[in-house]
């Protein structure tokens, strides 16, 4: 035990005081531990309904927050909004409405630490990225909570989709007891559909794999997305349906109107429902098939609360190369 | 016969002799064309030099960490980016104190396997060896470590190249609509290449090759595949140029969709192309300067002054404000380096 304790202090590398360092080891270990424990007893996936970002989403977010049992009280919070990139005029990213009603909904849950994270994809100024999205406008302190996760300090994971190197991450996203996924309901060009686990690539810092992360696409989609969803087990899901992608997504999609916000603590669970309201069969979708040890895909076991999914449906457009996906 | 001392000399200056006609072709105009463009600062009623000067060399001055490194933001860890273009900005001062530890830390950073590390903790071979080639060259530096680090650059590729993704390619054109046999430098091994490494690359080794050709006595110079690397890279960004004149991150077409270009990437790939008669370069040059007042990204903005800097030898005023840029060291580093001395 010390032995590995130890191992671990050094692939932090000698920039770590001995005491973050074990403090960032423990993290680790327990997000580990709790990888399959957590994974059964948490397929509670709540559907509100919201037709406009204009409505009261606080609202929306704190009904849905009861439904799923959701508790942030003291937690140092890891609110990740989907920004891989802006395009003036298009719902490429989750909207800042949601974002800030996501930030006010965990400062009333008693969050400890309230912190937003994100790392484009595409381009590398993650900041006017935000402020193009009205992330700084919308979101009080917004400068005060952000932390560009392209370029955070990192810190060595050795374990991740089997590759022989394992993975650097931020040591934000590390440390953080809750990492919330905000995702915006897409479809996508490689993936099928992007969604709360997929919108986890966003933490890969850029500074070490790229501007596109293009790493993730070698070791393959679904096993990069399995393999993050591993190392972040104590994460929470809410995509943005109030206006997805579908089409050419996730940046050059059309906007497709579906008035919903889907919430849970088993992302997959999430992800999966929201590809059934997409009309997507989820088990088409790589990596939600490959995360099915992980959580629950079928909805025989996903307890659905809110709206039920017929009432919602929304078929989305889907290219040519994914009409298999297309739920039957 | 010679001896083995000779005979090894004999060799190194052979080596040295590769053919950089290439770079010198009149496909390559830079240096007549950065006269042409470039207006003499006296003429301006300026001391050379201050029309180029950003403003960022007091903020990287407060910024340098405890190990002689450069975060990408102040109090954060040393990363090898930002170390650099830190240099790169102070390399009028490279006998200074600031200087001389963050070159310390740089040279501790060279991996025994090849390439330098990205930040004290992830020791793999990182992309911005080519920002370290670029700084050796900036400060006469030729010596063994800077003669690893053009092999690691020249040795460095993308993957599009190999056969199973040619195959890919052929079989689905449209996919991604790019000549595979045209490669350059990917963000990391065992990735495809894209814009801003490859625009990197392309100038850490006109850079070597630049050092060959004045430097025929030293031994620590022997690039024979660099020229070809060169001539591949830049044929790669021009065939990735979106329709719109600019350059994306990777490529210009996807799925049958024009992408659009970036200001960022479309300034670092024209600083790489350096004068290629392919660019129509008044035109281009024009396009950069419009994007240079309309942009209100700070990254964007350091990036299109750069370029501007390196052709025109100056920088105009913008029309629009920056939001905030944060305390991002990059965008200070960048806007502070004396691209037209580095790139000349």
New interface residues.
């Given amino acids: 035990m010390i032995a590995r304790r130890e191992l671990l202090q050094t692939s932090l590398g000698a920039a770590v005081s001995a005491g973050m360092a074990a403090a960032l080891s423990a993290t680790m270990a327990c997000q580990r531990a709790s990888t399959r424990s957590v994974a059964r007893s948490r397929a509670a996936v709540a559907i509100l309904r919201a037709a406009s970002y204009s409505e009261d989403l606080l609202d929306r977010l704190w009904r849905g927050a009861a439904a799923c049992g959701l508790e942030a009280r003291g937690l140092r919070v890891l609110v990740k909004p989907n920004l891989v990139e802006f395009v003036p005029g298009a719902v490429v990213q989750t909207d800042a409405a949601v974002l800030a009603a996501v930030v006010e909904l965990f400062e009333k849950l008693g969050a400890a630490e309230i912190i937003i994270g994100e790392g484009p994809g595409h381009r590398r100024d993650t900041l006017f990225l935000a402020e193009e999205a009205g992330y700084r406008a919308a979101v009080p302190r917004f400068d005060a909570r952000f932390v560009d996760l392209n370029r955070d300090d990192v810190a060595h994971v050795r374990e991740f989709a089997d590759t022989a190197g394992g993975i650097y991450l931020p040591r934000t996203a590390l440390a953080a007891d809750l990492v919330v996924s905000v995702a915006r309901m897409k479809t996508h060009h490689w993936a099928g559909a992007t969604l709360a686990m997929k919108n986890l690539f966003g933490v890969v810092p850029g500074a070490l794999y790229g501007w596109p992360k293009n790493y993730l696409h070698q070791v393959g989609i679904g096993r990069s997305v399995v393999g993050l969803y591993r190392i972040f087990p104590r994460s929470f899901a809410i995509v943005d349906g109030i206006v997805g992608m579908e089409g050419n997504g996730p940046v050059q999609g059309r906007a497709r109107p579906c008035g919903v916000l889907v919430m849970g603590r088993d992302l997959a669970a999430v992800d999966a429902t929201c590809c059934r309201i997409m009309g997507i069969d989820p088990m088409q979708i790589e990596h939600l098939r490959l995360a099915s040890s992980l959580g629950e895909i079928h909805d025989m076991k996903i307890e659905q609360r809110g709206e039920p999914v017929a009432q919602v449906r929304t078929r989305f457009e889907l290219i040519p190369q994914f009409q298999y996906v297309r739920l039957g | 016969m010679p001896s083995t001392r000779f005979r090894h000399r004999r060799t190194a200056e052979a080596r040295c002799r590769v053919d950089w006609s290439h770079v010198n072709s009149p496909h390559h105009h830079a240096p007549t064309l950065a006269r042409n463009l470039r207006p003499n600062p006296q003429e301006l009623g300026e001391t050379p030099g201050r029309a180029a000067s950003g403003s960022g060399r007091p903020t990287l001055a407060a910024a340098q960490n405890a190990?002689g490194g450069w975060?990408?933001?102040p109090g954060?860890?040393?990363?090898l980016?930002p170390t650099v273009y830190a240099l790169l900005a102070l390399s009028d001062q490279s006998g200074g104190p600031a200087f001389a530890r963050g070159w310390r830390l740089i040279r501790s950073w060279e991996r025994r396997g090849g390439g330098w590390r990205?930040?004290?903790?992830?020791n793999?071979a990182?992309?911005a060896t080519s920002l370290v080639v670029t700084l050796h060259a900036a400060i006469g530096a030729y010596d063994a470590a800077f003669e690893r680090g053009v092999a690691w650059l020249t040795a460095s590729i993308g993957?599009e190249g190999r056969l199973l993704s040619r195959v890919a390619n052929w079989l689905e054109p449209n996919i991604v609509e790019f000549d595979p046999a045209l490669t350059g430098w990917?963000?990391?091994a065992?990735?495809?290449s894209?814009i801003?490494?490859t625009a990197h690359a392309l100038m850490a080794l006109r850079s070597a090759a630049h050092a060959s050709s004045s430097q025929l006595n030293n031994p620590h110079l022997s690039h024979p595949e660099a020229a070809h690397r060169i001539a591949t890279g830049e044929r790669m960004l021009l065939e990735r140029r979106c329709r719109d004149g600019g350059w994306n991150?990777?490529n210009r077409r996807?799925?049958g969709?024009d992408l659009?270009s970036?200001p960022?990437t479309t300034a670092m790939a024209l600083m790489a192309l350096n004068g290629h008669a392919g660019v129509r370069w008044e035109a281009a040059l024009n396009h950069v300067e419009r994007m240079w007042r309309e942009t209100?990204?700070?990254?964007?903005r350091a990036w299109l002054g750069a370029c501007l800097l390196q052709y025109r030898g100056e920088r105009p005023e913008p029309a629009v404000a920056?939001?905030?840029?944060?305390d991002?060291l990059v965008v200070a580093a960048v806007d502070a380096i004396r691209w037209d001395r580095i790139l000349a």
């Fill in positions: 190990d975060g990408y933001f954060k860890q040393s990363w980016e990205g930040c004290a903790v992830a793999q990182h992309w993957v990917p963000w990391q065992g990735a495809s894209w801003e490494p991150y990777g996807v799925l969709a659009p970036y960022e209100r990204s700070p990254l964007a920056c939001p905030r840029a944060g991002d």
